[in-house]
Nanobody, 124 residues
């Protein structure tokens, strides 16, 4: 049974930082691309960052480039999203996704597995 469990969300002030974690099990982690998506109220779920198989390539939405960093730990089957210089527009539910083997990282249909999400709120 595949499981993705996100953690690390919370409330921070603009300019603050958070580190999201995604614990995974039930699939071959080292052979799967991983992604982070977010969804703000009333908006479509959007791709934020992705890391391709083995961590050889990373991808970022323009809105988070230079502020967010995606990484993975193959030994622990974990994927992380370090978020710095947070802005109010970064607010939303953040989802971990797995099972990406090709195609645009921003396309939700390219991922097989999803977590339940962790809430990030950036507000003064």
């Amino acid at each position: 049974q595949v499981e993705l469990v996100e953690s690390g969300g919370g409330s921070v002030q603009p300019g603050g930082s958070l580190r999201l974690s995604c614990a995974t099990s039930g699939f071959t982690f080292s052979r799967s691309g991983m992604g982070w998506f977010r969804q703000a109220p009333g908006k479509e779920r959007e791709g934020v960052a992705a890391i391709f198989i083995g961590g050889e390539s990373t991808f970022y939405a323009d809105s988070v480039k230079g502020r967010f960093t995606i990484s993975q730990d193959n030994a622990k089957n974990m994927v992380y999203l370090q978020m710095n210089s947070l802005k109010p527009e970064d607010t939303g539910m953040y989802y971990c996704a797995a099972g990406w083997y090709g195609g645009s990282y921003e396309n939700r249909a390219h991922y097989v597995y999803w977590g339940q999400g962790t809430q990030v709120t950036v507000s003064s």
